[in-house]
């Protein structure tokens, strides 16, 4: 008679579906549904080698994006895809763009330098540079110009004029002439050559209405056009003009064709006096900050922005090949109608072709147009006099395909003062691109000409050398010292490096060299490199007075040259790219963003970037004009914070009536401002003024979402 009660837990039940998979729970039919979707797609793995994100972290709740649709998924924060981004949240498109970076631009963004690099006496002030990844000049009739003037991005950004453009011909810097002015100013031409060159010029500025005059040259080279000109004549231009308009003007190689060569020197010639005397405009901290800009207006009008985040996998459907969507590395399912992406995220399937220049290329052979070599000089004196008003001023300098320098295609160099905000006082930036493979190789001789290796005194003392190359901040560099002699900067990087700031390098399926990761705690990393200098006695005092002795140095400098301080060297590559599925059909939603190029202008990528959004939104107008704010109506059954405040005062108040309130909130309205009669002359003060600009995207260590943030 004895009774015994056993009490079962039951821990977790376990439910068999139709689809063959055990669930915990029930499934319903909608997600039966969306696994029979799923189990009909197509997984293709992207690029499993990207560094950044948090891949290794679970997905948790305040990581899980609101939205999983959208109309567009955009990986990677470069030019193009910002500017796509703006473009489609501007018509009210849904995007959410991410990025495996903490910071936005990709491979055109703009970065401090690491703390742990050796700097001299600007060791304290590294948080101050910003260094360019696709230094570039801005045209001042450019498309880019009229892009940011049309969409009101502008009031973003601020600019410097750029005060001179050089070039060296016969061993030597000269001026460029620019205006008409300048060619009867210059002692460079004789008085026939120019008339010659002004009656040329006035050719190439309306060359379209007069293409009977170079009907057979079109497709010949250009530099055939100019020794030929005028056509069924006696040559005019002389040796000297043909180089001046070919590098200095049109600022073309060798082998352009003379309908792109025309267009170049008009290009050119048409941004000549509406901002200054040059054609050129400098933006303030980079350009870097055209990204930042578009992805802000992006995220004014609804794009979501997450950081540290990109898709490891895309899904294909297989009965239609196009993209529907994909997985994020922190395991979020994501559905896309549109996919653009970067080369960088993409898998090696997706590359038919390798266009990088191979090692045993021989010195003889075309410089592939797809692997662009890069150089960031860092000195303490200019390479050029100032101007005559004694202002500090950028500058542009194009060095044409030389045997004596060694350069072997056209190079530009463009030297950034204190004034553009690129780097501290008493510093000067130097930018260096051409078409190359090996950056330091192709650099060799110029930098020989121009600059010296031999660190300064004080230099030495403060911060001397590292042995082996220490990896910046900026990503897909290698940092390199113009001394490389000791061995205790070395132990002080390791020291800096394990107070925060950490990267890694790899090559990536294109041939780059990638940034593996990088942790931005930067202020640690500056308070141990601010310890570790002042522990030794010799640099704190060798740094008191570093002015001084740097001007002491300059002057007592043999040749005069500058000296560099620290060096960066890297390549942009940039490979075909066909998204393609599994069977070898083509994913026409998927699109592909070229890498930046070796040009001076930002043509081909605003011409993509145009392209992509007609694919997308074929009729629609690609990125109006932005309201402004007193043209933007509210609902008035829910008023602003500030109307409510201003009708509760009025309602407190005893001497006011709600007549008198009546009339004068009718008198605030129509004193109101109104610009709806905007004209170009406006529009182009908003770019050409530095004061009035509304904000500027410096501090992107303040503006930029941390980890797993989502901005909108």
Avoid at 420 to 439: D, N
Wanted: charged residues 20%; negative net charge.
């Amino acid at each position: 008679n004895t009774h015994v009660t056993l009490n079962f837990s039951i821990q977790k039940y376990f439910y068999f579906s139709s689809s063959g998979r055990w669930y915990s729970r029930p499934r319903t039919m909608a997600e039966e549904s969306e696994q029979d979707v799923l189990d009909s797609w197509e997984i293709i793995d992207l690029a499993n080698d990207l560094s950044g994100g948090s891949s290794g972290r679970e997905l948790g709740k305040d990581d899980t994006l609101p939205e999983t649709s959208y109309e567009a998924i955009i990986v990677g924060t470069g030019l193009v895809e910002s500017v796509v981004s703006a473009a489609l949240s501007r018509i009210g498109k849904t995007v959410l763009h991410l990025d495996k970076n903490c910071y936005y631009g990709s491979e055109w963004a703009a970065l401090p330098v690491d703390a742990s690099s050796p700097l001299g006496p600007f060791q304290k002030k590294w948080r101050q540079f910003s260094l360019d990844r696709c230094p570039k000049m801005v045209y001042a009739r450019g498309a880019l110009v009229d892009l940011l003037v049309q969409s009101k991005v502008s009031r973003y950004l601020e600019f410097r004029g750029v005060s001179r453009t050089l070039s060296f011909i016969d061993g030597k810097m000269v001026e460029v002439p620019c205006s008409a002015a300048d060619v009867f100013n210059t002692d460079l031409l004789s008085f026939v050559e120019k008339n010659v060159i002004k009656r040329f010029l006035t050719f190439c500025l309306n060359h379209d209405q007069h293409t009977a005059d170079y009907q057979d040259f079109v497709s010949r080279p250009f530099k055939d056009f100019l020794a030929s000109w005028p056509i069924g004549k006696k040559p005019q231009l002389s040796s000297f003009l043909q180089r001046l308009v070919l590098h200095s003007i049109a600022m073309c190689s060798d082998d352009v064709s003379t309908a792109d060569g025309l267009n170049a020197t008009q290009y050119y010639l048409r941004s000549i006096g509406r901002f200054g005397n040059t054609p050129f405009l400098w933006p303030l901290y980079g350009c870097g900050e055209f990204p930042q800009s578009f992805c802000r207006m992006s995220a004014v009008f609804g794009g979501v922005y997450v950081l540290n985040r990109f898709l490891k996998s895309i899904f294909v459907d297989k009965d239609e090949p196009r993209c529907v969507g994909g997985t994020c590395n922190l395991g979020q399912k994501l559905k896309s109608k549109w996919l653009v992406v970067t080369k960088e995220y993409c898998p090696p399937s997706w590359f038919p072709m390798a266009t990088v220049a191979d090692e045993s290329q021989s010195d003889n052979e075309t410089v592939d147009p797809r692997s662009v070599s890069r150089a960031v000089l860092l000195t303490t004196k200019s390479i050029s006099p100032v101007t005559k008003e004694g202002l500090e001023e950028p500058f542009l300098l194009t060095i044409p395909p030389c045997e004596d320098l060694k350069a072997k295609s056209l190079t530009h160099l463009i030297e950034l003062p204190s004034s553009t905000a690129v780097c501290p006082s008493g510093c000067y930036v130097i930018q260096l691109t051409t078409l190359g493979s090996k950056a330091e190789e192709d650099f060799n001789g110029i930098i020989d000409h121009f600059f010296t290796r031999t660190q300064p005194v004080a230099e030495r003392a403060e911060c001397p050398a590292s042995e082996g190359a220490v990896t910046s901040a900026i990503g897909d560099v290698t940092l390199s010292s113009a001394d490389k002699s000791s061995d205790d900067t070395a132990q002080q990087s390791s020291t800096d490096k394990s107070s925060g700031v950490q990267s890694s390098t790899h090559t990536s399926s294109d041939g780059t060299v990638q940034q593996s990761s990088t942790d931005m705690s930067i202020g640690g990393a500056a308070q141990q490199a601010s310890s570790d200098t002042s522990s030794d006695g010799a640099a704190q005092h060798a740094s008191t007075d570093t002015s001084t002795r740097l001007q002491e140095e300059k002057e007592t400098s043999q040749d005069g040259r500058p000296a560099i301080f620290h060096s960066i060297f890297f390549n942009q590559q940039d490979p075909v790219c066909k998204p393609v599925a599994a069977d070898g059909s083509e994913l026409k939603n998927v699109l592909v963003v070229d890498g930046p190029n070796a040009d001076l202008s930002f043509i081909s990528a605003l011409e993509q970037a145009r392209s992509f959004f007609d694919l997308i939104c074929p009729g629609e107008e690609f990125l109006p004009p932005a309201p402004e704010p007193e043209d933007i109506c509210y609902d008035q059954a829910s008023p602003t914070s500030d109307e409510s405040s201003a009708k509760t005062q009025q309602s407190d108040s005893p001497d006011s009536t709600p007549q008198e309130a009546k009339q004068e909130s009718a008198g605030t309205t129509d004193n109101m401002p109104c610009d709806h009669e905007g004209t170009g002359d406006t529009a182009d003060d908003s770019v050409q003024s530095t004061d009035n600009s509304v904000a500027s995207s410096h501090d992107t260590a303040d503006s930029v979402p941390s980890s797993g943030d989502v901005t909108s």
